[in-house]
């Protein structure tokens, strides 16, 4: 695999095809479109200009701890001009596919205890989130209980923990742990995510996302999900079964097929090679990482220079998305190139 270019090295005529073959672009929010809550000046006109040459512009996050219908009026206020159908995030990925899930398995159990009389436990989902978690997993389920939230302002006691998950795996059947980021996560919710594993042999280690670090306004970084990953795995000795956000390709795979494309018509622009770019190179898609995020040059720089990390290699780099609007918008300015 060629190491990154930089997308201001191609020539006119190379820039002129590579922006007539993509149809989608699929954009990272934070630390791409704006930093914390902060939108760069170039996003809108950039965003613009790509709808005006009839170019798709698809929302990725891995930020859950908002539902699509917030992102919708948290775009909408910002200008990015989004249509309902082109949001996607960790969030609403994980509470599709867990519910799903679910169901198949309880179909299942209804299938192989169908002569069975004794009464039968209600699936219960404990989730580890904000609000905007909890609307997606509401929208998706509806025969789920789902709990967490009211175990936010617990102080940590060992023999209260160990009565509340009795309490709770007798009158329910606790079929998943959900992650995602949290900020009221505390000793009682890692207890009891431990003990849900540890004891009850078909629960299953989900997470929304496993990003190390996240960007955090004014170029700080603060933890992601991951450092707390590896301590429910540690405490329970089960590891994650699945991730629905990036880097895995639940998301992308689910986009190109609902709006019927392939991954050579697409380019996904992050900031992150952990999550953003190694999911596009997990697809096949062109890739472009973002300085004005997470990612910078001397990362870039390693990751160029090592063969173990091919997997978050992006195809281009730019400094933010003002520049790839200014590479390719300067093509209908150029009279001795070709046009877009």
């Known amino acids: 695999m060629s190491t990154t270019k930089s997308l201001s090295s191609l020539s006119p005529s190379e820039l002129s095809s590579l922006f007539k073959s993509i149809t989608t672009f699929v954009f990272d929010c934070d630390g791409v479109l704006y930093s914390g809550g902060t939108l760069f000046p170039y996003s809108v006109p950039c965003l613009r200009f790509l709808r005006k040459h009839g170019k798709r512009v698809i929302f990725l996050s891995n930020n ?94 060992e023999d209260e923990v160990l009565r509340v998950f009795k309490e709770y795996s007798t009158k329910y059947r606790i079929q998943a742990v959900l992650l995602g980021y949290d900020r009221a996560w505390n000793l009682f919710k890692l207890a009891f995510a431990i003990l849900s594993l540890r004891e009850i042999p078909e ?17 700080n970084i603060l933890p992601g999900v991951q450092p707390i990953v590896r301590s429910i795995e540690e405490g329970s000795q089960r590891k994650l079964s699945v991730i629905c956000g ?55 720089d390693e990751v160029n220079s090592s063969e173990e990390r091919l997997e978050q290699r992006p195809t281009f780099m730019i400094n933010n998305i003002g520049e790839l609007h200014s590479l390719f918008g300067h093509l209908e300015q150029d009279n001795d190139s070709v046009h877009v």
């Open 246 to 300: 990036k880097p895995s390709t639940f998301i992308i795979d689910e986009i190109m097929e609902e709006h019927s494309i392939n991954p050579d018509q697409i380019m996904v622009i992050g900031d992150q090679l952990e999550t953003d770019i190694t999911m596009a190179n997990r697809t096949g898609t062109l890739s472009t990482v973002v300085l004005s995020g997470v990612c910078s040059a001397h990362l870039l």
């Open 64 to 157: 859950d701890t908002i539902s699509r219908r917030v992102y919708m009026d948290k775009f909408v206020e910002k200008g990015l001009e989004p249509d309902p159908n082109s949001i996607y995030s960790s969030g609403s990925a994980a509470a599709k596919s867990l519910a799903k899930h679910l169901h198949t398995r309880r179909r299942q159990r209804e299938q192989e205890h169908r002569n069975d009389d004794a009464p039968r436990k209600k699936d219960a989902v404990l989730y580890i989130g904000m609000d905007g978690l909890k609307e997606e997993l509401q929208l998706q389920m509806h025969n789920v209980f789902i709990f967490g939230d009211e175990f936010n302002n617990l102080s940590y006691n």
């Open 203 to 219: 629960c299953e280690f989900w997470a929304t996302a496993c990003d190390t670090l996240i960007p955090w306004g004014d170029g």
